[in-house]
């Protein structure tokens, strides 16, 4: 998801019916659970990290995903400290503050039960002509010898990482990182052919981030998803050695299509790799649920009830997920609005509800050593 209004990921305008009843036990017999994503947690106070993962808690929900990016000022409602991005003026030149204030949310997320994935970067600031695309633009990023280079650098950079209070770098951090992913959606503002023809750039950046981890770590190496779940399944990936998992993004209502997502299921088990869905999301405006920038409100029994039914079909797949996004506010109810507030909103009490749901429901794949 494009998690900020200067760049739009570019889901298909389709439209359908989800199959899923949320009454299910999923499809297999190991481990399901949900989580949320909040890609500017690094800047939120203690007293907003307690208000948030609090309610998470209350959700069961266990894996929050956050990203690297800078933020500041007010974001989707919430007041933030501010912090600058990894790189913020040069390429190789690092400023940790984004890593040390995670330091301290992992710490606190821990005392929840609940673990972080860890996005290294995003397209959403590639495409924001962060110090990358300044330097590379879109397509090179991805192709140029030079930024796979520096890109692999600032990934060692990331999982060696030393954590201010714990004293270990992030790498040997397998009780409060759940999962690393090299980039948020890469490749997408060149299309799915693009992406097609250069699967193999996510699979060496997984190569990379394993041969920091190790294979023993008990720490995930995932992909950061696409526009939409066919994009965010590509065929190299399924037998990529250093990815364990494969995450759909999906917000076009054939996406939650149970019977779709099993047989990307049943692909995953037979190449020995796990499926979580790690963006979803239930629109607040009357509009297509993939094409989400403003509009009237939609009536909150019926948001409700596609919350209901899409997050029925995922877990009925034997999915976990992770939705976009519980805050910790009020809804501002800005553009491309897909965010419900803990605590606060009217479809607050469904999310959880639905969270807890999956929490309960056999999952196609076994996560238990991964979760707390």
């Not at 800047?43 to 309610?55: N, V």
Request: with cysteine.
């Amino acid at each position: 998801m494009s998690g900020t209004a200067t760049t739009s990921s570019s889901e298909p305008s389709s439209t359908g019916n989800s199959t899923g009843s949320g009454n299910s036990t999923g499809s297999g017999s190991g481990t399901n659970f949900a989580g949320s994503n909040l890609y500017y947690a690094a800047g939120l106070s203690a007293d907003q990290r307690k208000t948030y993962l609090s309610a998470l808690k209350d959700a069961n929900m266990k894996v929050l995903r956050v990203w690297l990016d800078g933020a500041s000022g007010t974001t989707k409602g919430t007041q933030l400290t501010g912090y600058p991005s990894l790189e913020p003026n040069t390429i190789g030149t690092f400023d940790d503050t984004v890593m040390n204030n995670l330091d301290d949310f992992m710490v606190d997320a821990n005392s929840y039960g609940i673990k972080l994935q860890i996005s290294i970067h995003s397209f959403n600031a590639l495409n924001s002509k962060d110090v990358y695309g300044k330097q590379y633009g879109i397509s090179n990023f991805y192709t140029d010898t030079q930024a796979q280079s520096q890109f692999d650098n600032r990934i060692k950079h990331v999982l060696e990482h030393q954590h201010k209070t714990l004293g270990k770098q992030w790498k040997e951090l397998n009780q409060y990182i759940f999962a690393f992913e090299a980039e948020n959606e890469a490749m997408i503002g060149d299309g799915q052919s693009f992406i097609t023809a250069h699967q193999q750039w996510q699979c060496d950046r997984a190569t990379t981030i394993k041969s920091e981890l190790g294979n023993n770590s008990g720490i995930l190496v995932t992909t950061g998803g696409a526009s939409w779940v066919d994009e965010s399944m590509q065929s190299d990936w399924f037998t990529c050695d250093s990815l364990d998992i494969l995450g759909f993004h999906g917000y076009g209502t054939t996406d939650f299509d149970t019977s779709k997502l099993q047989s990307y299921v049943t692909k995953a088990m037979s190449n020995n790799k796990k499926l979580i869905f790690q963006e979803w999301g239930a629109c607040y405006f009357s509009t297509s649920n993939n094409n989400c920038p403003e509009g009237s409100a939609l009536d909150s029994d019926t948001r409700n009830k596609n919350i209901q039914q899409w997050a029925g079909a995922i877990t009925d797949a034997g999915l976990p997920w992770l939705y976009w996004q519980a805050i910790p506010n009020a809804d501002p109810h800005g553009s491309s609005d897909f965010e419900i507030g803990v605590n606060t909103d009217p479809s607050w009490a469904t999310l959880k509800q639905v969270s807890l749901a999956a929490s309960q429901a056999k999952g196609a794949f076994d996560f238990s050593s991964y979760l707390l």
